[in-house]
């Protein structure tokens, strides 16, 4: 079946150091999306990207989806406290229509 | 604001007891789902719907079953629990055409302890 991997499963940064989260899937994807989970708390969506070779941008956080539509970034520059979580991408398939979220990569800032 | 509501918080059950997990959602979502959260394994879908009566497995459906005898909730039930049901599990809905799920909003979850 459909498998979404992430790397790193754990990342830790000094506060102001950048950041990056990538996804990997089996399959190619119809989409992907991007979420975030304060710890504690629930996933929260973040933002969803559909076309071949897609770059979005929220703030300091750039998302990225691959030519190929089977991998996916995100970037944070200059990492704040508030961006402590787990992100988690998931990939929709249109054939077998399922959404598949990646294992997560779990970030810790140092002040 | 979109209000996903899970019936309980924690749970605490014996092995073999049959457990239901509720889930309301307020915003005339058509697509449901039921996700379990456990460290290291990221969210795994257990089972979706896209509209009322219909139901579709995820990829970990065994020992799990669901009902959706009304579009605003999704019911996951646990005929038999064991001890490795242990987990989060997350309700979630999202408004999409067809079969195009869109954003996902989820509950805050239901951690279920099986003794």
């Known amino acids: 079946g459909q498998q979404v991997m992430q790397i790193p499963q754990y990342q830790h940064v000094q506060e102001g150091e950048d950041f990056t989260t990538y996804c990997n899937s089996s399959?190619?994807?119809?989409?992907i999306q991007w979420y975030k989970q304060r710890p504690g708390g629930h996933p929260v969506f973040l933002i969803q990207l559909v076309k071949s070779g897609e770059v979005k941008k929220q703030k300091r956080l750039t998302f990225q989806f691959g030519e190929a539509k089977k991998n996916s970034s995100l970037h944070i520059t200059a990492t704040q406290t508030t961006d402590v979580g787990t992100y988690f991408c998931?990939?929709?398939?249109?054939?077998?229509?399922?959404?598949?979220f990646g294992t997560g990569t779990r970030l810790t800032i140092i002040p | 604001d979109v209000k996903v509501t899970q019936s309980s918080r924690y749970l605490v059950k014996r092995t073999g007891e049959k457990v239901f997990l509720e889930c309301v959602q307020d915003m005339d979502h058509e697509n449901m789902f039921w996700y379990r959260q456990d460290p290291g394994l990221g969210l795994r879908l257990i089972y979706f719907s896209y509209d009322v009566k219909m139901k579709e497995k995820g990829d970990i459906p065994e020992g799990y079953s669901v009902s959706r005898e009304k579009k605003e909730r999704f019911s996951l039930i646990l005929e038999s629990a064991s001890t490795n049901q242990t987990s989060m599990y997350l309700c979630?809905?999202?408004f999409g055409i067809g079969t195009n799920t869109g954003e996902l909003f989820f509950g805050e979850g239901s951690r279920l302890t099986v003794l």
């Open positions: 998931a990939g929709f398939n249109f054939g077998n229509e399922k959404l598949t």
């Open positions: 399959t190619t994807l119809s989409n």
């Open positions: 979630a809905s999202s």
